[in-house]
């Protein structure tokens, strides 16, 4: 079976497809494709907490690596973009859940995985505890003519990515052709989403600014626990589902206060998502699955 | 509903006077009325009292202590952010135009509850 086939019979099952608009990809000139590829994001599993929004809490993010290691085609690599934790005052506390949470996740078969913090993870220490298992909280890798950019908008606790990582992705952009295939991974939204609920980066539309020079820029990002795909420019920015619980739509209600546990279909709202990089001419493909697939 | 949204802004903004210039009247012989105080805490994880009655045209200062965190005040309605920073009083002055609701929200992320950290102010004619 091809991998394009198996995302639609995937998508038949898990979730909705859709086109954003990342193409650019170079095929070798022998006719093999070497750039197709695809990787998973999870995102905000807030391992720790406990509360009635999810009563299950204690082994939903277990249910998500088995269901991610029970995927047909293996993911080349696998993203979180933050709120790994749920937040603590206590920073052994915090350590333990950090801990707890690496733990977890080692069980996933696929080892190339990348982390991020969210400001659940991040935020009342800046990022000493996360960094301590996790490493530096912005970074840059390449994966097969796609460049990835990590960025930390949440160490700050006031939603800054802050000068000197501006700089720095300053610099990393002028290392790059005006054509070439970004993808930004962030945890909060880096355009005003909705400031009133705290859906922002203060300074994220510097961000936005620096990447707007170039053709192919995606972001996916986490924070708001639901999925929701927007444009600034030219640049789509798509944001992922929670595995602890969903929140409702930006701006639906006066609070943001989470969508109750549905006992009768648990982990309604929740899951993850397949991002499939194609060859040139193409665009990322987007694939969005259940914690647990039938 | 972008537009509509967008419009409703610009209402709010247009309604409200805020912050020390616009507080002045140049070249006015009678001094201006002394602002009422409005005394406000934020504390984790709400702001005290939370909800803020004002009357339309009416000058007001709001005096915010901070107890414990660099809290944030954000009014995305009026464009304008405050850090609160604990042992000190942050003066927000306000002369809202024209009835209407305006949120704030608290923008530093201060712990297990910030998303519930939040208040508005009510204008009445």
């Known amino acids: 079976m091809q991998r394009r086939d198996f995302l639609a019979l995937t998508a038949l099952g898990g979730g909705a497809v859709f086109a954003s608009g990342l193409a650019g990809c170079a095929s070798r000139a022998d006719g093999i494709n070497q750039t197709d590829f695809y990787f998973v994001q999870l995102s905000d599993t807030h391992w720790g907490y406990q509360g009635p929004a999810n009563p299950d809490a204690a082994i939903t993010l ?47 078969k696929v080892k190339t995985v990348r982390f991020m913090p969210g400001e659940h993870d991040a935020s009342l220490d800046r990022g000493a505890a996360y960094k301590e298992f996790f490493g530096e909280t912005s970074y840059t ?42 993808v930004v991974l962030t945890h909060r939204p880096l355009f005003d989403l909705a400031p009133k609920w705290d859906w922002a980066t203060r300074d994220g539309a510097q961000a936005v600014e620096l990447l707007m020079p170039f053709a192919n820029v995606t972001v996916f990002y986490g924070h708001i626990h ?45 899951g993850f998502r397949e991002i499939e990089a194609e060859a040139a001419g193409s665009a990322l493909k987007v694939v969005e699955l259940p914690v647990v697939r039938a | 509903m972008m537009a509509r949204q967008a419009s409703r802004r610009r209402v709010l903004k247009g ?9 002045v009247r140049a070249g006015t012989a009678q001094p201006a009325a002394e602002p009422r105080v409005i005394e406000m805490t934020a ?14 045209g009416e000058r007001v200062v709001v005096a915010i202590r901070s107890l414990d965190f ?11 952010r405050l850090d609160l920073v604990p042992g000190r009083v942050t003066r927000l002055e306000l ?5 209407g609701t305006i949120d704030f929200v608290c923008d530093n992320f201060c712990g297990d509850g910030h998303e519930e950290m939040h208040g508005r102010f009510v204008v009445s004619a």
């Open chain 1, 62 to 108: 277990r249910k998500a690596v088995a269901t991610v290691n029970a995927l047909e085609t293996p993911p080349e690599f696998i993203v979180f973009t933050g709120d790994l934790t749920h937040t603590t005052d206590d920073p052994a506390e915090r350590r333990r859940r950090l801990a707890e949470f690496k733990s977890i996740v080692a069980d996933l």
């Open chain 1, 226 to 270: 639901q999925e929701h795909h927007q444009m600034t420019g030219h640049i789509a920015h798509h944001s992922a589902k929670s595995l602890i619980f969903p929140l409702p739509a930006p701006g639906s209600q006066p609070n943001r206060t989470p969508l109750p546990w549905d006992a009768s279909a648990p982990y309604k709202g929740l």
């Open chain 2, 43 to 56: 504390h984790r994880f709400s702001y005290e009292p939370n909800e803020i009655s004002l009357r339309a």
């Open chain 2, 70 to 80: 660099v809290h944030g005040m954000n009014i995305p309605d009026l464009g304008m």
């Open chain 2, 95 to 99: 002369q809202p135009k024209a009835p």
């Open chain 1, 141 to 182: 890798f390449d994966h097969k003519g796609v460049h990835f950019i990590a960025i930390d908008n949440v160490s700050d606790p006031g939603a800054k990515i802050g000068d000197e990582q501006l700089a720095w992705l300053r610099a990393d952009l002028a290392k790059l052709d005006k054509q070439a295939p970004i």
């Open chain 2, 15 to 23: 309604a409200f006077a805020v912050a020390g210039a616009a507080l």
